[in-house]
Each structure stands twice: as structure tokens, then as C-alpha cells.
């Protein structure tokens, strides 16, 4: 099975192949609960559909905490390599949908530890009831603009910096692409973004250096796609600046999940040269690599021998680089 392309750097995708105990893949095909998928809370909200190959969700902050999960089988922590994506389709999102609560809360899919998040107590919308996340979040414009976030959440509270990227629309009924790339040796967050195989972005990054004191470390075991209540929030008038605020925020928005992917360990953690026909990077044993090339994002060609991986630099190069620009991509596949 492939699993779609991953930015690392600005000419480097990295497109990976799997049968790893910590790969996980999920294209739809079939009933994804005979692959483990399972649902807590409102089983409206997340319906597999057949012909499409892919799951529609809605995201209904006026129901109760929601998830469309999977285990990892482990537990990850800021000392882990890992990385997920999905595809996202959203065709209609709304924030403020609740008067008394006129913000926006997000369309949400990532990981989180799963204890955690389904006891009673766990509001992503007050700011400090919801630890241990690293997920995407899309924020639809209540007066502050579209915002892609990436927040990184630790187990008491403490949230990773940067990660915000405002004002960044999504375009209602097209199809994008997010990867999510964690790298434990530098602590960030990569999040790379395609349509139809265009890069799109670019969006920030997020580092463990945290907003509020020592950022502390994550605990995430469980891979899912959230839809979050509005409740526990605080809906009181404040003033800001002499205007009245209300801080708090709903949601509601229906949209459909496809090509959800795992991987843990990462097969490249780390580019170490990129030269015109030519990417250097850290490598490991069990995997194989190749180079593709394309001109167009359209197709890609093998333009490397298969190569086994070693614990440490690896140099693939294009036996036969054109003339014009091109870019690259390393495959890795593990039998």
C-alpha cells in the first residue's frame, strides 16, 4: 500500500511503503472496523462510506465529545519520531453556531491519549482542560480569520509554540492533503499541505518550547479524528479594549475524512544535503529507498537504484538529471 507524499523540505518528498507493526493505514475500501476503527460517543457523526472510499463526518459541537479512533498499540512522548496525514474535503463549516458561544472551535484529526479524552471533564475550548494532543486543527472565520492550527499539548496543559497560520482558507469542496512530520532531535511539528499533488502553504511549524513556562512532555496513544463539545466553556461578557467579547466558541460542519496513515518510527528523520540531482539524509536499516523525480507533480519515475538503508547517512542520486528543474522525492518501502 502507498502511502501518500510527505514534504521534508522544499524540493525533498518522501513517500513511504509498509508492513511495520507501527504502520497503519486506512483507505476505506473496506468496513474500516474490521481494521480496528471504533467509534466513542456519537456514532451519527462519523459514517463509512463504501462507494466513495472514505468516512463522512460531522463536526457538532452541540453534541458530546466524539472520536473515530484507532489504538497505536504504544504510547508516544516528545522522544518519539512519528507521522500522520489524511485527506480532508469540507463542504459546508461554520463557527458561532451557538449565540451564546460565538467563536469558533476546529475541525479536528490527530492524536491524543485516549484515558484522558474521554473523561468527563475534557473541553478543548476552555484552553487548559484537554492535555496530551498533537493534532490539525481548521478554525473557520468568526471575525479573526480561517487559521490552520497545529497545537501540540502537554500533559499539564502547556502548549507548544508557533503553529498558528492566519488568515489560511480552505476552499469548500476541494480535497487537501495534510502530513504531519514530528522529529524528536530538533522537537518540531512539520505540516505539509497538498491539492491534486500541488503543494499548498506553506503553514508554521510547531516547537516544544513552551507558551507558558517549560513545555513538559506529551503522552499520545491513540490516533482519531475528533469532533469536540462546546461545553465547560465560560460564556460571559468580557471587554477588551472597551468592545464586549465572548470568548467562548461552537461548531458545526460536515466534510469527509480519506487516506488516513501512521507510521512510527520515521524512515527519514532528518535531510542532510539537498544538491541538484542529489538528497543526502539519515537513514535505517529495514528499509529500502529510491528516488523518484517529477516535473509536474502529475507522475513520478524511479531515477535511483533500490537502495538498503543504514543506520546513518544515505546519498541517492538521479542517474540521468534533466536538462530543466525538477523535484524529488525518496521512496522507502519495508517488506
Do not use: C
Not at 520515521?266 to 536499516?285: C, K
Amino acid at each position: 500500500m502507498k502511502i501518500r507524499s510527505l514534504a521534508f523540505a522544499s524540493l525533498f518528498v518522501l513517500s513511504v511503503t509498509s508492513a511495520s507493526a507501527m504502520t497503519m493505514t486506512e483507505n476505506f475500501t473496506n468496513d474500516p472496523a474490521a481494521d480496528g476503527w471504533q467509534v466513542f460517543g456519537d456514532t451519527n457523526l462519523f459514517q463509512w462510506n463504501s462507494g466513495n472510499q472514505n468516512l463522512d463526518v460531522t463536526w457538532d459541537s452541540a453534541q458530546p465529545n466524539s472520536y473515530f479512533y484507532h489504538p497505536l498499540g504504544a504510547t508516544l512522548t516528545s522522544a518519539s519520531n512519528f507521522m500522520f496525514g489524511f485527506d480532508l474535503r469540507l463542504s459546508d463549516i461554520a463557527g458561532g453556531t451557538n449565540p451564546t458561544k460565538p467563536q469558533a472551535l476546529q475541525v479536528a484529526v490527530g492524536l491524543l491519549n485516549f484515558s484522558e479524552a474521554t473523561n468527563d471533564g475534557y473541553y478543548i475550548g476552555t484552553g487548559y482542560n484537554a492535555p496530551d494532543l498533537v493534532e490539525l486543527d481548521y478554525y473557520p472565520d468568526t471575525g479573526y480569520g480561517d487559521t490552520v492550527g497545529t497545537p501540540m499539548i502537554s500533559s499539564v496543559n502547556n502548549f507548544a509554540s508557533g503553529g498558528l497560520t492566519d488568515p489560511f482558507t480552505l476552499t469548500l469542496g476541494a480535497t487537501y492533503h495534510f502530513t504531519l512530520i514530528y522529529t524528536a532531535d530538533n522537537q518540531t511539528l512539520h505540516t505539509t499541505l497538498t491539492s491534486n499533488g500541488v503543494p499548498v502553504g506553506p503553514l508554521k511549524e510547531s516547537k516544544l518550547t513552551g507558551t507558558f513556562g517549560p513545555f513538559g512532555d506529551f503522552n499520545v496513544d491513540t490516533f482519531s479524528i475528533n469532533s469536540y463539545t462546546d461545553a465547560g466553556q465560560d460564556t460571559n461578557t468580557y471587554f477588551f479594549d472597551g468592545f464586549p467579547v465572548v470568548y467562548a466558541g461552537s461548531l458545526l460542519a460536515h466534510g469527509t475524512v480519506g487516506n488516513l496513515f501512521f507510521a512510527n518510527p520515521l524512515p527519514v528523520t532528518r535531510v542532510i544535503n539537498a544538491a541538484p540531482g542529489s538528497l543526502q539524509f539519515s537513514s535505517t536499516t529495514n528499509w529500502i529507498y529510491a528516488l523518484e523525480r517529477t516535473t509536474n507533480f502529475q507522475a513520478w519515475s524511479t531515477v535511483s537504484p533500490m537502495t538498503p538503508g543504514v543506520e546513518g547517512s544515505l546519498t541517492l542520486a538521479d542517474t540521468n538529471p534533466p536538462p530543466d528543474k525538477a523535484f524529488y522525492r525518496v521512496r522507502a518501502d519495508r517488506p
